[in-house]
């Protein structure tokens, strides 16, 4: 996911794009929704929000054309070396959060876990490759998850990829280059869906080529997006985008999986970024799109060391419908707090002093 391009989307000189913005956040807390559904609905047909995993090729699609947006026009100029350390400052210290929640609520969780099947060399390496971000599925009390303790960093994995293809090769690139491999990797999409049913893949290690698929269209049709100016004027505003969005997500689950869900991330996602590029936000809603594209990233990183808990406490105690609702909701606005503490407290505070440090060490050097 990338939810993490908030402060790009608003560089001082260049256009806002707050619908944008808020559309990330919208985003954000289908997944957040989702992930809790998942734990209570064992087939996905029953799930009322069974395609919010599609929200991650959102995610991609809204990274690609922001980074376009960003750094098209001066990455030549600023060098290869400041973006990655742009990059890094911006996404990595929600990485490490992460990860050491994750690790927190495998050690400390009260309804369930196999510690004793896990030896402290094993433990250890997986954090340590959470922390950098090196897939390694081998937690098998983590639904061998790419990264155990932190699942949704899988998509992030992708992310890094993505920025360091861009940095490398999709900037030096024309448009008909650029359409010509978004045209070859529509065709991975399409296989995906087509061999395994669906696009939920890239969180496994036997799924991890199909996030490769997922975030090379996605990502490469945002930038496409961006450098063909394909922005649509329009009188949509928040409000209306949020629903187009959200139908997604709403969206049954069925047989034709396969044939749906390549059509909403061939076509669908990338027609809402145009759409929401291109939209007017009313004044009375700025700072609500402000503040979900903010607490965006925090809150799909640091969310789901609790869901595993979750998930150990409703297997072993299976809570009743009442129980489940009050529980749910409470934890989700629970979430939204603590992602916007760990926002305020811990990320914001760390970005500023290394942006700071990162500054006083350039006026040095000039």
């Known amino acids: ?35 809790f559904m998942e734990w209570i609905y064992a087939d996905p047909s029953q799930n009322f929000i069974g395609h919010g995993f599609l ?14 947006y960003a750094y098209d026009d001066r990455i030549a100029k600023m060098g290869l070396k400041s973006f990655f350390i742009s990059r890094i400052i911006r996404l990595h210290p929600l990485v490490i959060a992460g990860s050491i929640l994750g690790l927190m609520a495998f050690l400390l969780d009260p309804f369930g876990g196999h510690l004793e099947l896990y030896s402290a060399g ?16 081998v937690i098998a009390d983590r639904g061998f998850n790419l990264f155990s303790f932190n699942a949704p960093a899988w998509s992030l994995f992708w992310e890094y990829i993505a920025n360091i293809v861009y940095a490398f090769v999709l ?20 296989y995906v869906g087509y061999n395994s049913g669906n696009l939920l893949g890239g969180w496994s ?15 490469l049709a945002g930038l496409l997006i961006y450098r063909s100016n394909w922005i649509i004027k329009n009188r949509f505003g928040f409000a209306e985008l949020t629903i187009l969005l959200l139908l997604v997500f709403f969206m049954p689950f069925s047989e034709w999986n396969w044939i749906a869900e390549p059509f909403v991330v ?54 009743d419908s009442s129980q489940l609702i009050i529980i749910v909701i409470t934890s989700i606005i629970l979430l939204v707090l603590f992602a916007y503490l760990v926002m305020i407290v811990y990320d914001i505070p760390l970005r500023n002093y290394l942006n700071i440090k990162r500054k006083k060490k350039l006026e040095i050097k000039s």
């Open 1 to 35: 996911m990338n939810t993490a391009e908030t402060s790009e989307i608003t560089l001082n000189h260049k256009q806002h794009f707050e619908i944008l913005d808020g559309l990330r956040g919208i985003a954000a807390f289908a997944v957040v929704v989702f992930h």
């Open 55 to 68: 929200a991650v090729d959102f995610f991609f699609c809204l990274s690609g054309f922001v980074i376009g």
């Open 122 to 137: 094993k433990i250890i390496l997986t954090f340590i490759c959470s922390i950098f971000l090196i897939p390694f599925p």
């Open 171 to 190: 900037y030096r690139i024309g448009r008909s280059y650029l359409l010509l491999l978004t045209i070859l990797s529509a065709i991975a999409i399409c």
């Open 205 to 219: 290690g036997p799924t991890f080529w199909d996030g490769f698929a997922r975030i090379s269209y996605s990502f």
């Open 266 to 319: 061939l076509f669908y996602f990338p027609l809402l970024i145009s759409l929401g590029a291109g939209a007017v936000l009313k004044p009375s809603l700025k700072k609500a799109c402000v503040f979900s594209g903010n607490i965006s990233y925090p809150l799909y990183m640091t969310h789901y060391a609790f869901l595993w808990m979750f998930g150990n406490y409703y297997t072993n105690y299976k809570p």
